[in-house]
Structure formats: structure tokens, C-alpha cells
């Protein structure tokens, strides 16, 4: 090639190299706009969250009460803030809404972004109860077009995505038993008294279950599936002075002839955080942030046939599964995926409608527990329903709490 042709050759190379890296600039420069509704411990933290990416600009925020914006100092001062859902709605100029407030608006709101237009980003859990949860995704199900996700932020864990590759590739073998020992989420009265809608029916619409344990109920079924069997006791207030449940322990009975166990505590210090996964081919367990997997040398299946001795079991060998280092923090990971999903049409790593799946092992749980007997999924989500409306119309009101008392929240929005 002669010289000439060689240069001129380059030159083409190098702008269209320079022109792709242009295009990839934009495209990575193109924000999408956000607003919050709801600023109190998590919105606020997600209002710093969305603030420090450059793929990210909040540009309205909403609460019932003024006062929740001081929180965010200075900061609040760049954004629009409304009191009013349908004005932060109309008038709030932003592409996604975050909803962030108490339980029992997720769906109510959430609607009314889908209606309006706006791309969804919701706090776990999607909602209460499964029948309202059903309320949101029926509306989600009118709008294809816009990306509709929950903040179901454990998904992103290293370990947990290692847990869920070696179960679906088969790894294990057939998995047999399932234990989940989930006793450290510690709470204080104190904790409980920050807010009068807090550990109420009223205002929560639930306790532990509900509060602390979203997502390992939406991890549960996430790795091995629903059951269709649940029996459940749960004590209510027996750690604390609270009308929801502290404490819960649950066994679960599985389509393929799986079992698990399911016990979750606010009232246990130090409490503990152990998941064991009993399969064919052995044992793992999660714990401490560590993985273990003790690898049979033969399916355990095989060798209760085939041996010829009566005590002994199969070799195996103890195996560290390595976890790789977390990138970013969960919820920034959710946060970025959720605008891929916007940008770029990504996969998002928590749909929206894949959360009523946790949620109604949850309720499962709390329904045996009030009827003091198994029963089977899915849920009858018009007694759940009907049960917890009578909770809720007997529910107590906190009065003289340390702190802020939030009890005309159920008047907002």
C-alpha cells in the first residue's frame, strides 16, 4: 500500500475511532432524572446515593412533612421539593421515581408513577399484603414500556449470586434440605419507639418479616423456589413492646419433596446468620461471609444403595468456594442497574413483579401462624387480607415517645 493510502488509511481509522468514543461519551453522559418520595432514613440515604453518580441527577423530592427535607441540609436547596404527590407528580420533571415510605403506600404510589408515566424504582417489599401487591402489577402489566424494579439489594452480593450459580447449575445435585437461621437483626425498644407507626398493624403491617427479613424470604425463593406447604408459630411482642411479630420459626415442604426451616429474631443478641444446604452431593453452608462446601465423592443417594458397610458415609472433601470482592455498595448496584435498564435496556437484576414471590412466603407464614395450622400456596390472600384489616382497625396508637411521633402519616399522600 502506498504511503499516501497508508496515512490517509489511518487517518479514517483514527476519526472513526474518535467518533465512536465521542458516541460512547454521550451516551454515558446522559442522566436519568430522579425523584424521591418519602425522605426519611432510606430516601434520605438514597437521595446521597443517586447524588454521586455521574449517570444520575435528583431533581424533585416528596413528604407529607416539611420537615424531613432538613435532613438533607444544604443539599435540598438544588431540587424541587413537594408535599404534595400529585404536584411532585406533575410538576417534578424527572424520568424515575423512587418511592421510599412506609409499607403500606408502595403499591397506592407506585401506581400513580406508572400512571404518570415514570420509570419505577420501589423499597422492599413491593407492599403489605400479596393482594395488594397483585393491585400494583396488574397496573405494571399497562405500561411495557417503562422499567419497573425493586430494591431487593442482597441479589448483588458475591456470595449470595455464588449460592444461586452452584444451585442452578447442579453442582449440588439434588437439593433435600434447606435451614436458614436468620437471629441477628437485633433491635432495641428504642428502635421500635422512633416512630409511632413503627412495629405497628396500623403502620407497618408487620414486623420482622415484613421489616428486617424481605430479603431473605425473597432470597428463599429465589434459590430454591416457593413451597407449597407452610407451617408457621410466631410470638408477637415477645422481646419487645410491640403488636407485630419479633420472633418466627417456620417449616416449609416443597413440591419435589425438599424441607426447609425458617427462623428469623429481633430479640437475640448476638444472634446468628446461617444458611446450610443439604444436597445430594453434600453440604454447604454460608456463614460469616464465608462459603463451605463439603463435596461428596458420591451422591449420597448412590451410596445409601450401594454400601456394603453400615455406619460409614461417603468421603468428601471440605472445600473454601471463593467469593469475589464487592465492587459497590448493594444499593448503588440496584441503582445502577435500574438505569441501564432505562439507558441501555439491561436486564434488570430485581423485576418488580418478582417481588410479590418473597412476600407471599411471608404472609404465608404469619397466616399460619394466626390460624395455628399449615396451609398450602398459594396464599388465600382474602383472608390474609380480612384478618390483618381486623388487626389494623384495633391497632394501638404510642402516644409520649422519645421521639418524633409519625401517627398522622396514614393521613398523607
Same mark, same amino acid.
Given at each position: 500500500?502506498?504511503?499516501?493510502?497508508?496515512?490517509?488509511? %489511518?487517518?479514517?481509522?483514527?476519526?472513526?475511532?474518535? !467518533?465512536?468514543? !465521542?458516541?460512547?461519551?454521550?451516551?454515558?453522559?446522559?442522566?436519568?432524572?430522579?425523584?424521591?418520595?418519602?425522605?426519611?432514613?432510606?430516601?434520605?440515604?438514597?437521595?446521597?446515593?443517586?447524588?454521586?453518580?455521574?449517570?444520575?441527577?435528583?431533581?424533585?423530592?416528596?413528604?407529607?412533612?416539611?420537615?424531613?427535607?432538613?435532613?438533607?441540609?444544604?443539599?435540598?436547596?438544588?431540587?424541587?421539593?413537594?408535599?404534595?404527590?400529585?404536584?411532585?407528580? =406533575?410538576? /417534578?420533571?424527572? @424520568?424515575?421515581?423512587?418511592?421510599?415510605?412506609?409499607?403500606?403506600?408502595?403499591?397506592? *404510589?407506585?401506581?400513580?408513577?406508572? =400512571?404518570? /408515566? !415514570?420509570?419505577?424504582?420501589?423499597?422492599?417489599?413491593?407492599?403489605?399484603?400479596?393482594?395488594?401487591?397483585?393491585?400494583?402489577?396488574?397496573?405494571?402489566?399497562?405500561?411495557?414500556?417503562?422499567?419497573?424494579? *425493586?430494591? *431487593?439489594?442482597?441479589?448483588?452480593?458475591?456470595?449470595?449470586?455464588?449460592?444461586?450459580?452452584?444451585?442452578?447449575?447442579?453442582?449440588?445435585?439434588?437439593?433435600?434440605?434447606?435451614?436458614?437461621?436468620?437471629? @441477628?437483626?437485633? %433491635?432495641?425498644?428504642?428502635?421500635? @419507639?422512633?416512630? @409511632?407507626?413503627?412495629?405497628?398493624?396500623?403502620?407497618?403491617?408487620? /414486623?420482622? *418479616?415484613?421489616?428486617?427479613?424481605?430479603?431473605?424470604?425473597?432470597?428463599?425463593?429465589?434459590?430454591?423456589?416457593?413451597?407449597?406447604?407452610?407451617?408457621?408459630?410466631?410470638?408477637?411482642?415477645?422481646?419487645?413492646?410491640?403488636?407485630?411479630?419479633?420472633?418466627?420459626?417456620?417449616?416449609?415442604?416443597?413440591?419435589?419433596?425438599?424441607? /426447609?426451616?425458617?427462623?428469623?429474631?429481633?430479640?437475640? =443478641?448476638?444472634?446468628?446468620?446461617?444458611?446450610?444446604?443439604?444436597?445430594?452431593?453434600?453440604?454447604?453452608?454460608?456463614?460469616?461471609?464465608?462459603?463451605?462446601?463439603?463435596?461428596?465423592?458420591?451422591?449420597?443417594?448412590?451410596?445409601?444403595?450401594?454400601?456394603?458397610?453400615?455406619?460409614? !458415609?461417603?468421603?468428601?472433601?471440605?472445600?473454601?468456594?471463593? #467469593?469475589?470482592?464487592?465492587?459497590?455498595?448493594?444499593?448503588?448496584? #440496584?441503582?445502577?442497574?435500574?438505569?441501564?435498564?432505562?439507558?441501555?435496556?439491561?436486564?434488570?437484576?430485581?423485576?418488580?413483579?418478582?417481588?410479590?414471590?418473597?412476600?407471599?412466603?411471608?404472609?404465608?407464614?404469619?397466616?399460619?401462624?394466626?390460624?395455628?395450622?399449615?396451609?398450602?400456596?398459594? #396464599?388465600?390472600?382474602?383472608?390474609?387480607?380480612?384478618?390483618?384489616?381486623?388487626?389494623?382497625?384495633?391497632?394501638?396508637?404510642?402516644?409520649?415517645?422519645?421521639?418524633?411521633?409519625?401517627?398522622?402519616?396514614?393521613?398523607?399522600?
Amino acid at each position: 500500500m502506498a504511503l499516501e493510502n497508508q496515512v490517509s488509511f %489511518r487517518k479514517r481509522g483514527m476519526f472513526h475511532v474518535a !467518533k465512536l468514543r !465521542k458516541k460512547n461519551e454521550k451516551r454515558f453522559m446522559k442522566k436519568v432524572l430522579f425523584g424521591i418520595i418519602g425522605i426519611g432514613n432510606m430516601g434520605s440515604s438514597h437521595f446521597q446515593r443517586l447524588c454521586g453518580l455521574p449517570e444520575a441527577e435528583v431533581v424533585a423530592l416528596c413528604d407529607c412533612d416539611p420537615s424531613a427535607f432538613e435532613r438533607l441540609g444544604a443539599a435540598r436547596e438544588q431540587v424541587t421539593c413537594f408535599t404534595d404527590c400529585d404536584r411532585f407528580l =406533575a410538576e /417534578g420533571g424527572m @424520568d424515575a421515581v423512587l418511592v421510599a415510605t412506609p409499607h403500606y403506600f408502595h403499591p397506592e *404510589l407506585g401506581i400513580k408513577a406508572l =400512571a404518570a /408515566g !415514570k420509570h419505577l424504582l420501589v423499597e422492599k417489599p413491593i407492599a403489605v399484603h400479596k393482594k395488594d401487591a397483585e393491585r400494583l402489577l396488574e397496573a405494571s402489566r399497562q405500561h411495557p414500556e417503562l422499567k419497573k424494579s *425493586l430494591m *431487593l439489594n442482597q441479589r448483588t452480593l458475591p456470595a449470595h449470586r455464588k449460592i444461586k450459580e452452584m444451585i442452578d447449575s447442579g453442582q449440588l445435585g439434588n437439593l433435600r434440605r434447606i435451614s436458614w437461621t436468620i437471629t @441477628d437483626w437485633f %433491635r432495641t425498644q428504642t428502635y421500635y @419507639d422512633s416512630g @409511632d407507626w413503627r412495629a405497628s398493624w396500623r403502620g407497618e403491617g408487620g /414486623g420482622v *418479616l415484613l421489616n428486617q427479613c424481605p430479603h431473605q424470604l425473597d432470597l428463599m425463593q429465589w434459590f430454591f423456589g416457593l413451597p407449597n406447604r407452610v407451617r408457621a408459630s410466631a410470638s408477637f411482642g415477645k422481646f419487645h413492646d410491640i403488636e407485630v411479630e419479633d420472633e418466627v420459626n417456620a417449616f416449609l415442604e416443597y413440591p419435589n419433596g425438599l424441607t /426447609g426451616n425458617f427462623i428469623a429474631s429481633t430479640g437475640e =443478641a448476638p444472634g446468628i446468620n446461617r444458611l446450610e444446604i443439604a444436597a445430594d452431593r453434600g453440604l454447604m453452608v454460608f456463614e460469616k461471609g464465608i462459603l463451605t462446601f463439603w463435596r461428596n465423592e458420591e451422591l449420597t443417594s448412590e451410596f445409601i444403595k450401594n454400601s456394603k458397610t453400615s455406619f460409614h !458415609k461417603p468421603c468428601c472433601w471440605q472445600c473454601n468456594i471463593p #467469593i469475589a470482592e464487592t465492587e459497590e455498595a448493594q444499593h448503588t448496584a #440496584i441503582c445502577k442497574n435500574f438505569i441501564a435498564a432505562i439507558v441501555d435496556n439491561a436486564d434488570l437484576i430485581a423485576p418488580l413483579e418478582e417481588g410479590i414471590r418473597g412476600l407471599e412466603l411471608g404472609n404465608a407464614m404469619l397466616l399460619s401462624a394466626w390460624r395455628n395450622e399449615t396451609v398450602q400456596l398459594p #396464599i388465600d390472600t382474602e383472608d390474609f387480607e380480612e384478618r390483618l384489616n381486623r388487626l389494623v382497625a384495633t391497632s394501638r396508637y404510642r402516644k409520649n415517645l422519645k421521639t418524633a411521633d409519625n401517627s398522622n402519616f396514614n393521613q398523607s399522600f
